[in-house]
């Protein structure tokens, strides 16, 4: 079983849609927990953290369940430069240092439509 | 600022030929890692680095060296190239909130 696993997707969806990626992980030693978007053939960037007590950041809400061991991000009204793919990721060395071992879901593809 | 420099962009190698591929940062961080990207499998960590003269091994290390002689680079070495280790590979540097990538060595071993 990978440690982090997430529906690959695509998820295709037209503009203005609301749209939900799950990702579930394995540890549950698992302290930080992040969303990552890489736009194709790109590095990968930081999207937001993810806090236990969930967090919004503009039309991106992060939500954390630790007893399912579940993490979700939900796009409202989505637009066509949210197109990408979203990557889950879990810090296995605890902290918020983000400086830890991170490990990597296979990624989510999103694609917005006209 | 720079931040984190890769090179090459691009190798094309023979099975059995060595190279570096070379990682640079500039942002003083301590901490730097190296991934490979491969279709379906997502990141998955090579080796990493908590400050100079400090590495240790990720979840897929065989086939790879590195060393990190100063806090800016942190070169990863194929010994013996092979086909399997044809992949994109991408240096990471972090600070405490946030890590961030270099641009990618896309390699294909032949």
């Known amino acids: 079983r990978k440690e982090v696993e997430q529906d690959p997707g695509p998820f295709n969806v037209p503009e203005g849609a609301t749209v939900a990626f799950n990702c579930t992980y394995s540890n549950s030693a698992s302290q930080s927990f992040f969303w990552y978007r890489q736009d194709c053939r790109k590095e990968p960037k930081l999207l937001m953290s993810?806090?236990?007590s969930g967090n919004e950041d503009g039309r991106f809400t992060a939500q954390l369940n630790r007893a399912s061991q579940y993490i979700s991000l939900l796009i409202r009204d989505s637009k066509l430069s949210d197109s990408a793919t979203y990557l889950c990721v879990v810090n296995m060395f605890g902290g918020s240092s983000n400086t830890g071992k991170l490990i990597f879901g296979q990624g989510t593809t999103l694609q917005v439509k006209p | 600022n720079a931040g984190v420099t890769q090179t090459p962009k691009f190798q094309v190698l023979k099975t059995g030929q060595s190279m570096t591929l070379q990682c640079a940062q500039d942002?003083?961080?301590?901490?730097m890692s190296w991934y490979r990207q491969d279709p379906g499998m997502g990141l998955r960590l090579i080796h990493y680095?908590?400050?100079?003269?400090?590495?240790d091994q990720g979840e897929v290390p065989n086939g790879y060296n590195v060393s990190r002689s100063t806090t800016e680079d942190f070169p990863l070495r194929l010994l013996s190239a092979a086909p399997s280790q044809t992949s994109v590979y991408f240096c990471a540097s972090s600070s405490r909130r946030e890590q961030f990538f270099g641009p990618g060595t896309r390699l294909t071993v032949l």
């Open positions: 993810v806090y236990s």
């Open positions: 942002m003083n961080h301590e901490y």
């Open positions: 680095s908590v400050g100079a003269g400090i590495t």
